[in-house]
């Protein structure tokens, strides 16, 4: 019986790991689950699945909690989040949190040389230099990416060694905007943003979707995971979301991994990993009634993100960190009417050029980098 800890468990990817690990109860059971801010959610979730531990965004809902669960072990905050991840208990630790708070919890738990099934980008591209140091030095710890892209490289690579490898691609649904123009963009709402064609997603990654700049984050995180330069790393735009991504080896081979536009089968191989196990809530992807897999360019005229993105993890040190603070800020000010969509792209470039990249060497630089980023935007975006 493995024993689960989710942080973000009320967010989609939340949800959908715990409804893997309902399929399978005999296997999987709940220690821990964090939720932010969906009260209601979180205290369903609790009554279901029985938690040992718990975590809430604010200390006033953490006390409400701590009346109507006094047995139970209550945490609120970012702190709550860094105790959680570092629980003994817990056997796989599944950071589902979007945003660099989770990158604490994910460093809790390499120290307790746990498993992580990681679903947090932002941990590899704005604290992968360190992330990786600290695995090193933590060599029991193991991150099992569930980012349907990153899964799928993962799945691809395995039996290969390294030096086999000539090239991953990175796919992309294309988002909500697929093939429209900077024109077609000016004025886009927030609501159009959100309709995503193939994904039912939280609104922060549906706007990165939306963006493409999602497809950047993920570059730089495939290039922390997977030891790959950039210069060998390609996005192609594949409408279906049937590809999740593919491996060209050196002898020109191509390994894809395919499936249903589903997280549930990338979240329970992070559980299971190396094993693969039937289950009731996985679906069957059907050969038979695909009609077409196309894959075509990105637009980096119109859709910047990628290559902000390559630029940043090229440059390395902090930028990434850079990168991923001003989109964090820039989608949140989009999402508040404060700004335009292609504004986004304005905010991370110009963070960028005026901010300098620094070596990593503690997990203080990253978040001194990654405040000051964020109060330039909002001192000269976010006042509007």
């Excluded at 979180?42 to 006094?70: H, M, V």
């Excluded at 997603?201 to 950039?230: C, P, Q, R």
Aim: aromatic share 8%; hydrophobic share 40%.
């Amino acid at each position: 019986m493995k024993s689960i800890t989710i942080l973000g468990s009320t967010g989609s990817i939340g949800t959908n790991a715990l409804k893997v690990i309902d399929a399978k109860r005999d296997e999987f059971q709940v220690l821990g689950l964090s939720g932010y801010s969906n009260f209601d959610l979180l205290k369903e979730q609790i009554e279901k699945f029985n938690p040992k531990y718990i975590c809430i965004g604010s200390e006033e809902k953490a006390e409400i909690l701590k009346e109507l669960y006094p047995n139970k072990i209550i945490y609120s905050g970012d702190e709550g989040l860094k105790t959680m991840g570092a629980l003994d208990e817990a056997d796989i630790v599944l950071t589902a949190i979007s945003g660099s708070v989770g990158i604490e919890a994910t460093v809790e738990a390499i120290k307790k040389e746990k498993r992580i099934a990681l679903a947090n980008k932002e941990t590899m591209v704005a604290a992968g230099e360190y992330i990786n140091r600290l695995l090193k030095e933590y060599p029991k710890a193991e991150i099992i990416p569930v980012d349907s892209e990153h899964s799928a490289l993962f799945q691809s690579m395995q039996g290969s060694k390294e030096n086999e490898v000539k090239t991953l691609i990175i796919t992309a649904s294309g988002g909500t905007f697929r093939g429209k123009t900077l024109e077609d963009l000016k004025d886009v709402t927030v609501e159009q943003a959100l309709k995503h064609p193939n994904w039912s997603m939280g609104k922060k990654i549906t706007i990165d979707s939306s963006t493409l700049v999602n497809k950047g984050l993920e570059v730089i995180e495939a290039h922390m995971l997977f030891n790959i330069a950039y210069e060998n790393i390609e996005v192609l735009v594949h409408p279906q979301s049937i590809v999740h991504s593919m491996v060209e080896f050196k002898d020109s081979s191509i390994i894809a991994q395919l499936g249903v536009p589903d997280m549930k089968l990338p979240i329970q191989y992070a559980f299971t990993y190396p094993r693969r196990e039937e289950s009731p809530e996985l679906e069957r992807l059907n050969l038979r009634t695909l009609k077409e897999l196309t894959f075509d360019q990105v637009d980096n005229k119109v859709f910047k993100g990628v290559e902000l993105a390559f630029k940043a993890g090229k440059i390395g040190k902090t930028m990434p960190c850079i990168f991923n603070s001003a989109n964090e800020v820039a989608v949140e000010l989009f999402l508040k009417g404060k700004i335009k969509f292609l504004e986004i792209y304005e905010i991370i470039e110009n963070a960028m050029n005026k901010h300098c990249a620094e070596e990593i060497d503690s997990l203080d630089i990253i978040k001194k980098v990654d405040t000051n980023t964020r109060k330039w935007v909002y001192d000269n975006y976010g006042k509007n």
